[in-house]
């Protein structure tokens, strides 16, 4: 389904590295560039050599405004420091392209939609992944207080949006029960996968698949590095496999776990918490583990239990998942995850919990195995699998079945045009939002104290 006309379209997201909310705004500026809009992404963040592929090869164009302003100060003020990242990107959009585009999809980060709002001709669609203030931590009073500006601002600027588009009926209810001054209902628009880069061929004779190479059968993780990935349940539940003999040594012996993630030098939590798998891996559960990263060379040992792929580029992914016996998805209350899907697509079983958006992508039993997050429950659904007791294969093609009615691009594609279509109807006809006034007012006080900081550190 076309637009009624082709519009041109800026994607703003804070940082495109690897993950799953740079997946679906990479998947969704590749829908509006099939359906014949005009695309451009812009990011205060972009390494070629952690990104996905559609980034770095030209696909998509991609403009850098605002990495030289810090990512936190001593290791706090995260979400300042992003704001003021984003306040950068945002000037520079107001001076530079004012009247440019028709439409400017952000996610992630909503602070500066009323100045855009303000400042350009653009109608905004914002697309909430998860309300921030749900992921951030707390603690000191201190810290409350100053999470509570942030958290009133985040709902703030997020009603100052024209549309507001979530990634499943989870984070819907979540949204309007975090949002209570939010009246708009959001639009749910599943993220999609782009079929095509999961059919290409792997190369074995690629360096960067040489080295996943292995004489033993792959149960696999794909998540991020960091602690709400709960990645430790899937390493618990493949060392109780052994601990209680519910396979034999010989049959534990022809399996490794994968554990496969984005993974930032930068980002402290990545660190940490690899240090914290690693030594629960070797210290307290005896396997023997490796690590890979983009640079590294060499294979690990045949006997290698755990291996820990620290971000890992396309052909990696495809050639995982089709290795893999089992995909274990371990996030509690997940907003939506893309990896479920990935998996399915690719014709392997899939572990998820029983909570948030694995409900809504994942069948139990037909599709994979929805769990509570106990260990013991996810060692058994292994064993299941690996005895024989639940046909993997016919789980396989109904994942893949299902992911192909519906989850795919094109269908997203024509999802996300219906939505241009009425934002673009609704610039001819409706007013700007009733309360725009006096959040430009609000907004010039915040954003000129937040630019002088920021140009404190650009200097």
């Not at 609000?442 to 954003?447: K, S, V």
């Amino acid at each position: 389904m076309a637009a009624a006309k082709p519009l041109k379209i800026a994607f703003l997201h804070p940082d495109l590295g690897i993950g799953g909310a740079e997946r679906l705004v990479v998947d969704a500026a590749l829908a509006a560039q099939q359906k014949g809009h005009q695309v451009i992404m812009y990011t205060s963040h972009h390494d070629p050599s952690h990104c996905f592929e559609e980034t770095r090869d030209g696909t998509l164009p991609v403009k850098v405004i605002g990495d030289a302003l810090p990512r936190n100060v001593f290791g706090r003020f995260f979400i300042l420091c992003s704001i003021l990242r984003q306040l950068q990107l945002s000037v520079w959009l107001l001076f530079r392209c004012p009247e440019t585009y028709d439409v400017l999809f952000m996610d992630q980060l909503s602070a500066c939609v009323p100045l855009l709002k303000w400042g350009t001709t653009s109608r905004i669609l914002f697309y909430c992944h998860f309300p921030d203030k749900l992921l951030a931590t707390r603690g000191s009073r201190l810290k409350n207080a100053y999470r509570y500006v942030f958290d009133k601002l985040e709902e703030w600027t997020t009603d100052a949006s024209d549309t507001i588009v979530v990634n499943s009926d989870f984070t819907r209810q979540t949204f309007q029960r975090s949002f209570p001054s939010i009246k708009q209902a959001p639009n749910v628009l599943y993220p999609p996968i782009n079929f095509a880069a999961y059919d290409r061929t792997v190369d074995p004779s690629d360096p960067s698949v040489q080295i996943l190479a292995s004489p033993k059968r792959t149960l696999l993780s794909i998540n991020r590095f960091e602690r709400k990935k709960n990645v430790s349940l899937a390493l618990l539940a493949f060392a109780e496999l052994k601990r209680v003999n519910m396979i034999s040594p010989d049959t534990f012996s022809q399996y490794r776990l994968v554990i496969a993630g984005g993974y930032d030098r930068r980002v402290k939590e990545n660190v940490e918490y690899l240090e914290e798998l690693d030594r629960l891996a070797t210290h307290e559960l005896q396997l023997k583990t490796a690590r890979l990263f983009p640079d590294t060379t060499h294979r690990p040992d045949d006997d290698v239990q755990v291996v820990f792929l620290c971000s890992f580029n396309d052909m990696q992914r495809t050639a995982l998942l089709r290795d893999a016996q089992v995909l274990l998805y371990t996030p509690t209350n997940e907003h939506f995850g893309i990896t479920p899907v990935e998996g399915m697509y690719s014709s392997i079983p899939v572990m998820a919990t029983n909570t948030g958006g694995p409900l809504e992508t994942i069948k139990d039993k037909e599709t994979g195995l929805l769990l509570p997050p106990d260990v013991r429950q996810w060692a058994d659904g292994l064993h299941g699998f690996i005895s024989g007791e639940y046909d993997g294969a016919a789980m396989g093609r109904n994942g893949r079945a299902l992911v192909q009615r519906k989850f795919t691009l094109d269908a997203f594609g024509n999802q996300l045009n219906a939505i241009l279509d009425d934002m673009i109807a609704d610039a001819r006809t409706a007013p700007r939002h009733p309360y725009t006034r006096h959040a430009i007012i609000a907004a010039t006080g915040i954003f000129v104290a937040l630019l002088a900081v920021a140009l404190y550190f650009s200097r």
